[in-house]
């Protein structure tokens, strides 16, 4: 059974950090593109960042410059490093085993990160 935890998230003053974390369990992520994505109120679930087997990194424009993302595949766990944060940032974050790899999409639970201005 496939299961992603994720954990981090928090209230944070604009200009803060987090560094959410999501570890995978049932399957090993090394072969696998994981991503991150986040649902605000009233919004539409968007994608955050994505890092591919090999490493390829890729980011929604939004948090462009100011996110990263990393894998830990010893550890079976994909992190999201946020740096300056925004209040626009405040949303749900999920993370994701893309459909493409298994046939359905696999996601965590969710982690709310709220950012006051």
């Known amino acids: 059974q496939v299961q992603l935890v994720e954990s981090g998230g928090g209230l944070v003053q604009a200009g803060g950090s987090l560094r959410l974390s999501c570890v995978v369990s049932?399957?090993?992520?090394?072969?696998?593109?994981m991503t991150w994505y986040r649902q605000a109120p009233g919004r539409q679930r968007e994608l955050v960042a994505a890092?591919?087997?090999?490493?390829?990194?890729n980011y929604g424009d939004p948090v462009k410059g100011r996110f990263t993302i990393y894998r830990d595949n010893a550890k079976n766990t994909v992190s999201l490093q946020m740096n300056s944060l925004k209040p626009d940032d405040t949303a749900v974050y999920y993370c994701?085993?893309?459909?493409?790899?298994?046939?359905?999409?696999?996601w965590g639970q969710g982690t709310q990160v709220t950012v006051s201005s």
């Open positions: 994701n085993i893309p459909a493409w790899e298994f046939g359905r999409d696999y």
């Open positions: 049932g399957v090993t992520i090394s072969g696998l593109t």
């Open positions: 890092i591919e087997s090999v490493g390829f990194e």
